[in-house]
């Protein structure tokens, strides 16, 4: 006769209940992240905005808007890399491999953060901060409430279509995008591994 083990149950329950924690802690880590991020990057962009020309504040957009496209591409490819490239390359000890396969073992995670997080903060600043342009755009060119359509146009406009070229790019190039962000994470963890190394001597 079949009889039913209950460690089994026990297991998965613990497995159920760990998973729920986790997506909790995650839920409460990435809504205070939000805020800290989204609070910064609006401070910082409306102070520089307020004392900047025109020309500066265009900049100052585009920078965002760029930023927002940049973490849309790599969200993309995080999600569409596969792990097998990076598997030999952990075993040839290359930098940056080990950190590409910690992303993509969180690929969920990564590209919320990258898709939703950033790149919505960054879709939300780019609106404000094409307001504050377009209201400069006013006091320093004769011109009416068109300038502000316009420019609140051109900003949906590009930041449409960069991000429809980045998840074009970042679907067909997501091995080479993502071991590029790895990189990028392992050169700056570098001097924190020194001073550890250093710490434990």
Same mark, same amino acid.
């Given at each position: 006769?079949?009889?039913?083990?209950?460690?089994?149950?026990?297991?998965?329950?613990?497995?159920?209940?760990?998973?729920?924690n986790?997506?909790?802690?995650?839920?409460?880590?990435?809504?205070?992240?939000?805020?800290?991020?989204?609070?910064t990057?609006?401070?910082?962009?409306?102070?520089?905005?307020?004392?900047?020309?025109?020309?500066? +504040?265009? /900049?100052?957009?585009?920078?965002?808007? $760029?930023?927002? *496209?940049?973490? #849309?591409? !790599?969200?993309?490819?995080? &999600? =569409?890399?596969?792990?097998?490239?990076?598997?030999?390359?952990?075993?040839?000890?290359?930098?940056?491999?080990?950190?590409?396969?910690?992303?993509?073992?969180?690929?969920?995670?990564?590209?919320?953060?990258?898709?939703?997080?950033?790149?919505?903060?960054?879709?939300?600043?780019?609106?404000? +901060?094409? /307001?504050i342009?377009?209201?400069?755009? $006013?006091?320093? *060119?004769?011109? #009416?409430? !068109?300038?502000?359509?316009? &420019? =609140?146009?051109?900003?949906?406009?590009?930041?449409?279509?960069?991000?429809?070229?980045?998840?074009?790019?970042?679907?067909?190039?997501?091995?080479?995008?993502?071991?590029?962000?790895?990189?990028?994470?392992?050169?700056?963890?570098?001097?924190?591994?020194?001073?550890?190394?250093?710490?434990?001597?």
């Amino acid at each position: 006769m079949h009889t039913n083990d209950p460690e089994p149950r026990s297991k998965k329950k613990s497995k159920k209940s760990a998973k729920k924690n986790g997506n909790i802690r995650w839920i409460v880590t990435i809504f205070f992240v939000t805020v800290v991020i989204s609070s910064t990057i609006s401070f910082l962009s409306s102070s520089i905005l307020e004392g900047a020309g025109l020309v500066e +504040a265009f /900049a100052v957009l585009l920078i965002i808007v $760029l930023l927002g *496209i940049l973490f #849309d591409i !790599v969200g993309v490819a995080v &999600m =569409s890399a596969d792990e097998k490239p990076f598997h030999s390359m952990a075993a040839k000890k290359v930098p940056g491999a080990a950190e590409a396969l910690k992303l993509l073992r969180n690929a969920e995670k990564v590209s919320s953060f990258c898709n939703d997080v950033v790149g919505d903060i960054c879709g939300v600043v780019s609106g404000s +901060a094409s /307001a504050i342009i377009a209201v400069k755009a $006013l006091t320093q *060119i004769d011109s #009416d409430t !068109v300038s502000q359509l316009i &420019m =609140s146009a051109l900003v949906a406009g590009v930041t449409i279509a960069g991000k429809a070229f980045g998840k074009n790019l970042a679907m067909s190039n997501s091995t080479n995008i993502v071991h590029l962000a790895s990189k990028l994470i392992y050169y700056i963890k570098s001097p924190l591994r020194c001073n550890r190394t250093r710490k434990k001597r």
